[in-house]
């Protein structure tokens, strides 16, 4: 691969239905009630955070929806409502956490249940601190977490255990080969072109 040559992810739009519904669903419940009983303060305050709280989950998956994460030998950079980066180089924590219940966890469930989430900490290009955040439903989540922990390695950082273990149980060694493959959903192409 060429130093020029970047790689893009996004989120699958059908790992995103299901939040989408969700969303709608509780948005309109609550929404309903709220007009149903619109002078009961109790109902105002439980069902209208409610609301809101499904409302703002609604805008959050919007904004996986139109994400588009770059992975570059240099970087990695994020487009979304708003453009960032940051630099391989000046990556100062890496650590990725698996939310779910212990028997998801553990393998019990088929489908596996839970989600991992990568959170990447540094300075941007001017020196400002930078976070970026991205879960496991994202194409190409192992090539993100493989040059996290390469970039770690080479910053001689001190991964915590249960980084150290996720990456494992993951299958991303930042000894090894990256782990892209024609499969992954990558759109590859030269960010100059």
Known sequence: MSDLQAVFYRYPPRALVGDYVRS???TAFGALILL??????????I???LTAAFALFGLRTLRHHVTQVAVTPQGVFVKDVGSRGLPWSRLEEVKLRFYGTRRQRSGDRPDGGGFLQLTLRGRGAQGERRKLVFDSALLGFKDVAWHAARAARDNALTLDPTTAGNLLDIGVDADSDAPRS????????DPQS
Request: aromatic content about 12%; cysteine-free.
């Open 36 to 45: 149903s009983n619109p002078y009961s303060p109790w109902i105002l305050g």
């Open 24 to 26: 709608a669903g509780g």
């Open 182 to 189: 024609s499969q992954d959903g990558a759109d590859r192409r």
């Open 47 to 49: 069902f209208g955070g």
